[in-house]
């Protein structure tokens, strides 16, 4: 209590309580006074709290808050293996309605560091949230869902020109789903450096993070920590109507060959692997190292009625060695396509369009895109999106991947069709 608030209301408590009677001269006044105090008694806790609620006015405002959630219907059709027939044959269809909401929480500490912290929704496997997908199925019968960590870092920005990370934070480099899905967060540091100068942009980005640490089995002399140092160099230059971005990376992962998988044990999705031993009920490991070379391009504009994007994305893995089983190294990976966005319309409304190859090995498979054929590697198709925005910070979304699962396959009978189909409702706050 400030000693404002003390003395007032010191002051109004003897004016209500003070005796008034043998006063005589003083009769006609202290009647007053005292009616006066007692009307004043009830503000004594707005006067004593005043001090205490500008205190956490301030703590509030400094505080920002923000999300979004999303509804999602979700339609799957896809071929399998029959190995005791020895053909493939449509797998059971799936219909299935998903959500994802997300919650972060920025907090700043001082003019040069802030605290972000996001929670969100997810499935459970094997002990974990899913690396690249915050979804989480309407399924069994009405339980809770399980809430994730999914973003915890703070971010030191001592000039406009540079930054650094610490934590569960989001991809720094500037990327497609190629390599990265979008819903994937890195765990490490990062640095990041950006020169502008009339509309153009030189910047830098670089960074270790760490995916995994196992103990072995028996006695040895270390843990095995495995995990990934990148960096990326990349230029935009724009002259207000025109924009074109390159960009080139390279992405060394440690400890990857002959070594467990990197999420679920024994589990590739799509990447080759081999048998190992002395690393528990691990099994089976990569069969090759991951040293990544990146480069991503885009060239945007704005037209009167549209704004066009068209993007570029290319990886290979040059540790990869030859696959045995197909005769051939497959260690590249392409996409390809464009964006076509219309501002000017009653509603805004935009179309994606992007083809691409994801060979077995171009690059770790469970950071890729999780959606197009299953997720991970080994396929290549179509993806399609067309979506609108309803009204403001809502937005209604169609996307149809068309696939093909093993298309290197030399056996025709194991390259198999993926059909996914994704209605989605998402709004943001």
């Not at 459970?124 to 899913?130: E, H, I, L, P």
């Not at 995916?211 to 002399?221: D, M, V």
């Not at 068309?402 to 069709?417: A, V």
Request: net charge neutral; aromatic share 12%; charged share 25%.
């Amino acid at each position: 209590m400030s000693h404002c608030s003390f003395f007032l209301k010191s002051a109004v408590l003897m004016l209500a309580f003070s005796p008034v009677t043998g006063l005589k001269r003083h009769r006609t006044r202290a009647k007053p006074l005292a009616v006066l105090a007692l009307l004043l008694l009830p503000l004594l806790p707005l006067v004593a709290q005043n001090k205490d609620e500008k205190a956490v006015a301030s703590w509030t405002e400094k505080i920002r808050i923000s999300g979004d959630f999303r509804y999602r219907h979700e339609f799957i059709s896809q071929e399998i293996f029959n190995s005791a027939t020895s053909e493939k044959v449509r797998m059971f269809d799936r219909n299935r309605h998903r959500l994802r909401l997300r919650l972060e929480l920025m907090a700043p500490v001082n003019d040069k560091m802030d605290v972000f912290t996001r929670i969100a929704t997810g499935s459970f496997s094997d002990g974990a949230g899913d690396p690249t997908s915050s979804n989480q199925d309407l399924s069994g019968g009405f339980a809770p869902k399980p809430i994730w960590l999914d973003r915890a870092y703070v971010d030191f920005h001592p000039f406009k020109e540079l930054g650094a990370r610490a934590g569960k934070q989001p991809v720094p480099f500037e990327h497609t789903d190629l390599v990265w899905d979008s819903d994937l967060n890195l765990e490490g540091m990062a640095v990041m450096m950006t020169l502008q100068k009339d509309g153009n942009e030189l910047f830098l980005r670089a960074g270790g993070f760490w995916a995994s640490e196992r103990g072995p089995t028996g006695f040895a002399k270390h843990a095995l920590t495995q995990g990934l140092f990148g960096g990326q160099l990349g230029g935009k230059v724009s002259n207000g109507r025109v924009t074109a971005q390159l960009a080139a990376a390279y992405f060394d992962y440690g400890n990857v060959k002959n070594n467990p998988a990197l999420y679920a044990p024994n589990q590739f999705f799509g990447n080759s692997s081999t048998l190992i031993t002395g690393r528990g009920s691990d099994t089976l490991g990569y069969l090759f190292d991951y040293n990544l070379v990146n480069v991503r391009a885009s060239l945007g504009g704005k037209l009167n009625r549209v704004e066009p994007t068209a993007v570029f994305d290319f990886v290979t893995n040059i540790a990869a060695e030859k696959d045995d089983a197909y005769d051939k190294k497959l260690n590249s990976s392409w996409l390809a396509g464009f964006v076509l966005q219309f501002s000017s319309a009653p509603i805004t409304w935009d179309v994606a369009y992007n083809y691409r190859v994801q060979q077995k090995d171009a690059t770790i498979a469970i950071f890729a895109d999780s959606d197009p054929a299953g997720g991970g590697t080994n396929y290549n198709g179509h993806k399609i999106v067309l979506g609108f925005d309803v009204m403001k910070q809502a937005r209604f979304g169609l996307t149809y991947f068309k696939n093909i699962k093993d298309p290197e396959n030399k056996n025709e009978e194991q390259r198999f069709d993926y059909d996914r189909v994704q209605a989605d409702f998402e709004v943001k706050f």
